[in-house]
T-cell receptor, first 115, second 112 residues
Framework: DTEVTQTPKHLVMGMTNKKSLKCEQH?????MYWYKQKAKKPPELMFV???????INESVPSRFSPECPNSSLLNLHLHALQPEDSALYLC??????????????FGDGTRLSIL | AQKVTQAQTEISVVEKEDVTLDCVYE???????LFWYKQPPSGELVFLIR??????QNEISGRYSWNFQKSTSSFNFTITASQVVDSAVYFC?????????FGPGTRLSVLP
């Protein structure tokens, strides 16, 4: 069992829907990450939160909106997505992101399909 | 620019064979970190090892071993006596500061 929990595991949505992906960790980690992974590709960083503040946004389109309500939770709000946004979305956490040399602990991911 | 190359896209071995996954990196920095992660079919990436650029000691953990050679900018990963449960995609990654670069991954299939 992973120590980072992501829900839902699978999500199918239309391009006009609004949905949210959720991520939770109880390891006391202060850095949390969202990655997007297309098939047969490595994960691509989307966002980094450090001490509940957004520290990195890798030029992600505004149809993806991250939120960090507290140090254990990370959400990704989705709105008006495109078919090319279909991918595996991975959440990760680490002790800190002062330097990204800390091992990251990943969740199982949410497999997102946009119709 | 930082770059990680995993030249082997896919490898198939028969159970109990030894297999080495190659990782070659490029960086101009003297201080950096190297990682290996395993991604089984279930999706989550599992942290395997972290090595900093000042520690060239090879490491062994059970059936896993890592060979870090700064002279050739390589950080290769060997699985001894492979098992079916080792089947996964393995990613090598390079970290310096806020930059985190994954290699393209190597898909390992261990056949019974």
């Amino acid at each position: 069992d992973t120590e980072v929990t992501q829900t839902p595991k699978h999500l199918v949505m239309g391009m006009t829907n609004k949905k949210s992906l959720k991520c939770e960790q109880h390891m006391g980690h202060r850095a949390m990450y969202w990655y997007k992974q297309k098939a047969k590709k490595p994960p691509e960083l989307m966002f980094v939160y450090s001490y509940e503040k957004l520290s990195i946004n890798e030029s992600v389109p505004s149809r993806f909106s991250p939120e960090c309500p507290n140090s254990s939770l990370l959400n990704l709000h989705l709105h008006a997505l495109q078919p090319e946004d279909s991918a595996l979305y991975l959440c990760a956490s680490s002790q800190s992101s002062g330097g990204r040399n800390q091992p990251q602990h990943f969740g199982d991911g949410t497999r997102l399909s946009i119709l | 620019a930082q770059k990680v190359t995993q030249a082997q896209t896919e490898i198939s071995v028969v159970e109990k064979e030894d297999v080495t996954l190659d990782c070659v990196y490029e960086t101009r920095d003297t201080t950096y970190y190297l990682f290996w992660y395993k991604q089984p079919p279930s999706g989550e990436l599992v942290f395997l090892i972290r090595r900093n650029s000042f520690d060239e000691q090879n490491e062994i953990s059970g059936r896993y071993s890592w060979n870090f050679q700064k002279s050739t900018s390589s950080f290769n990963f060997t699985i001894t006596a492979s098992q079916v449960v080792d089947s996964a995609v393995y990613f090598c990654a390079l970290v310096h500061g806020q930059n985190f670069v994954f290699g393209p991954g190597t898909r390992l299939s261990v056949l019974p």
